[in-house]
C-alpha cells in the first residue's frame, strides 16, 4: 500500500477485555516498531520485528502484551486483560532498512487509540 | 533521564509570525527526524538530518552536532501549521537491536488567525 495503515483508528474496550491492533506496513518493509503514546508524551519503543523475526521485545510494558508478525508483512499487536494505564495510541511505523544501517526515516501509521474505560 | 529535551512544550502564534521550536539531546548521534503529529494522531517525517540544514517550503531545519541541537523554524505561519512537533533522535553505535529512535515529549504549536 501507499503507506502505513493502522486499524482500527479507536477502540473503547472494557478493563478485563483483550484487544488486537493490526498494522499494514509498507510492501516490502523490512523493519516494523510499535510504539505506545501516552498523553502528553513521546511515543514509547514497545518492540521490534525484522521480517517475521521479534528481535526486541524488552519494551513491552507486561506479559499482558504480545505482538506478532507470522508472514513478515502485518503485524498484530494484542493486550491481554487490558487495564486503564493502557490507555494510549499506539503507532506502528516501518522502514525499509534494518536496524542498524544508517538512520532512515520512518514510515508511520496514524495510530489506534485505545481507551480503557 | 530525558536524552532528548525540546522547548518550548507549548508554543501560541499568531498567523504570519516565524517560529522557532528547539530541540537538544545527550547521546551520540547518526540522524535526528523532525516529525509533525496532527490530533488523529499520524505521525510523518518532516526532515531527517545529520548535519547542516534542510529546507522544505516553509519549513527548516538545522542541526549543529557539535552542541547536540537542533531546531525547527517555520516561516510565515499559518493556522494549518498548528501540531505537535516531535524531535527524535536515532542513537548512534547502539548495540542492541531495536531501532533506538529515542523520541522528544513535543511541542504543542497553536497558531490563531
Known amino acids: 500500500g501507499a503507506g502505513v495503515s493502522q486499524s482500527p483508528r479507536y477502540k473503547v474496550a472494557k478493563r478485563g477485555q483483550d484487544v488486537a491492533l493490526r498494522c499494514d506496513p509498507i510492501?516490502?518493509?523490512?523493519?516494523l516498531f510499535w510504539y505506545q503514546q501516552a498523553l502528553g508524551q513521546g511515543p514509547e519503543f514497545l518492540t521490534y520485528f525484522q521480517n517475521e523475526a521479534q528481535l526486541d521485545k524488552s519494551g513491552l510494558p507486561s506479559d499482558r502484551f504480545f505482538a506478532e508478525r507470522p508472514e513478515g508483512s502485518v503485524s498484530t499487536l494484542k493486550i491481554q486483560r487490558t487495564q486503564q494505564e493502557d490507555s494510549a495510541v499506539y503507532l506502528c511505523?516501518?522502514?525499509?532498512?534494518?536496524?542498524?544501517?544508517?538512520?532512515?526515516?520512518?514510515?508511520f501509521g496514524s495510530g489506534t487509540r485505545l481507551t480503557v474505560v | 533521564k530525558n536524552e532528548v529535551e525540546q522547548s518550548p512544550q507549548n508554543l501560541t502564534a499568531q498567523e504570519g509570525e516565524f517560529i522557532t521550536i528547539n530541540c537538544s539531546y545527550s547521546?551520540?548521534?547518526?540522524?535526528l527526524h523532525w516529525l509533525q503529529q496532527h490530533p488523529g494522531g499520524g505521525i510523518v517525517s518532516l526532515f531527517m538530518?545529520?548535519?547542516g540544514k534542510k529546507k522544505h517550503g516553509r519549513l527548516i531545519a538545522t542541526i549543529n552536532i557539535q552542541e547536540k541541537h537542533s531546531s525547527l523554524h517555520i516561516t510565515a505561519s499559518h493556522p494549518r501549521d498548528s501540531a505537535v512537533y516531535i524531535c527524535a533522535v536515532w542513537e548512534r553505535d547502539y548495540g542492541g537491536s531495536q531501532g533506538n529512535l529515542i523520541f522528544g515529549k513535543g511541542t504543542k504549536l497553536s497558531v490563531k488567525p
Open positions: 510492501s516490502g518493509h523490512v523493519s
Open positions: 538530518l545529520s548535519s
Open positions: 511505523a516501518s522502514s525499509s532498512r534494518r536496524v542498524g544501517t544508517r538512520g532512515d526515516g520512518y514510515t
Open positions: 547521546v551520540g548521534i547518526s540522524a
